[in-house]
């Protein structure tokens, strides 16, 4: 029998009472998951059956988010699954303790009782986002459909970058009725100043659940959406690593593909780079449904003649005058700090690449979004940046005349401008093997050379015309297999296929020939 919960606050200590008492519980034990806090309480016994538990606050009150799982304690421990509260915010408890927000709820794993505590400004932020996150579903029935209104969030809310703003880019110029809103807190300018809001507040929720269209690289904080509404997954690469259910190793992205199911199952539409991704992303991420092969629309900046280059160094704060090696790893699924941020080492001899590098030359270090921590600027060479802070790498690559990486799907992109590729591959072994697995032969099918170790990286960048020359058939058959549908129109191709023709006259507008095309790309 579940027992029944009353909470209440009196000074600094939490009042839990509870009726009847579970047979063989003595003590209540509160601990958060990690093991860095814990903390037993008795149980004292009433005569009615039930018990109370005083438990002191003040341990429990940080300069951060704290979260207890309450268990139960005695002829064993299990978790407090208590009966359930009336039906009302997911928090249902909620308390000011001083300057710190105390609440209850209950855990979606085994609906067994939580604590948070956080100072009181971010307590009643999470708070908030939370309990509107557990109404959405109902939201989603209840809230009308707004069909005009499009939501676009790019890598989690923390970018303004990538297909997502390629495609409302062109949204903007070939469906001006439409109504947008971005997902993004961040500090850059967006062109046409779309109002924003903050993934996972109340009103991105409340947007998510009315949109029309929704527009997305990775995933939204809730899933489900109404039958009407369009659900455009761009994701973010073509794929060298294995993803989702082609994993065979265990880690992050293998313990989180059934929550990206959950995701996936309300996709409208996939796009696809190219006729292999369509295969392996079907497969990787078991969508049953359409699937757009339209090329990837972040592509098209790389193929702008009329790009000023000297313009985007300056809006960058990069010098004009310079030739960018860019370097753009990857993340190391086996190296986590935090939820879903990961460490990494460069395992570069940055002063050995800035002795070898040209006069003209600079190296820019592009950390991957889910990387902690970034370098010392103070500590870099003068011409070595770290350009992490930047988001969109897009822009990045439209500057680099060489790009080099490890497993990251960015060479798949760069491969569009012909411009040479270098791969730089210190822990090949491990990765394969042990940390993610890859699709394809790193040593025979990638446009371009291997290097194990900073020495090799840099004979390479040193012969950068004889390796060129040695890759140019390789990197030709590369691009013809992975990157025929880049040819500058893909946001365009995108947009007609998947948003139609404006309401009004088509002025402006590529024509009918466009949209053909982009119907014809429906796979």
Known sequence: MQPRLLLRCDGDDLHLQLDPLPAGARDLWLGTRDGALALQVA??????????AQVPLAGLLG??????DVRLRGDGEWPLVPSPPAPGPRHFFRERIGGHGLSAYLSDSAASLVLMTAPLAQHARLAEAEDSRAAFARDLRSLPLEPDLVLFESFLGKQYAGNPRYIYEALRQLRPD??????????????????????????????LAQAGYRVNNVVFAAHG??????????WHGTP???LGWDIEVDGPEAAARANFHGESRGWSVLLSANAYSTGTLRRAFRHEGPVLEAGYPLTDPLLD????????????????????????????????????????DLHLDLQAVSAALAP?????IKAHHLVAAGLDAAALPDNVRDVSHLEDITELCALADVLVTDYSSVFFDFAVTGRPILFYCYDLDLYARQVRGFYLDVERDLPGPVARDS?????????????????????????????TLADGRCAQRVVDAVFGPAPAADAGRAGERGTAEARACLA
Not at 325 to 343: C, E, K, N, Q, S
Not at 464 to 483: G, N, T
């Open 240 to 242: 060298l690593k294995r």
């Open 455 to 483: 020495s090799q990286l840099l004979a390479l960048l040193a012969d950068l015309p004889a390796v060129s020359a040695r890759y140019a058939d390789r990197y030709r058959r590369f691009r013809e297999r992975y990157c």
């Open 305 to 344: 003649a009329s790009l000023d280059r000297s313009a985007v160094a300056a809006r960058l704060g990069l010098p004009a005058d310079r030739r960018f090696v860019l370097y753009a790893p990857t993340w190391r699924d086996h190296r986590p700090v935090g939820p879903w941020r990961f460490d990494f």
């Open 225 to 234: 959406r109404k039958p009407e509404t369009v659900y455009l997954q761009t």
């Open 43 to 52: 149980l004292a016994p009433d005569a009615s059956g039930g018990a109370t």
């Open 360 to 364: 003209d030359q600079m190296l820019l």
């Open 178 to 207: 439409l109504r947008c809103v971005w997902a993004y807190d961040g500090p850059q300018a967006i062109p046409g100043d779309p109002p924003r809001v903050r993934r996972g507040s109340p009103e991105y929720l409340r947007v």
């Open 63 to 68: 300069a951060g988010v704290l979260r207890l």
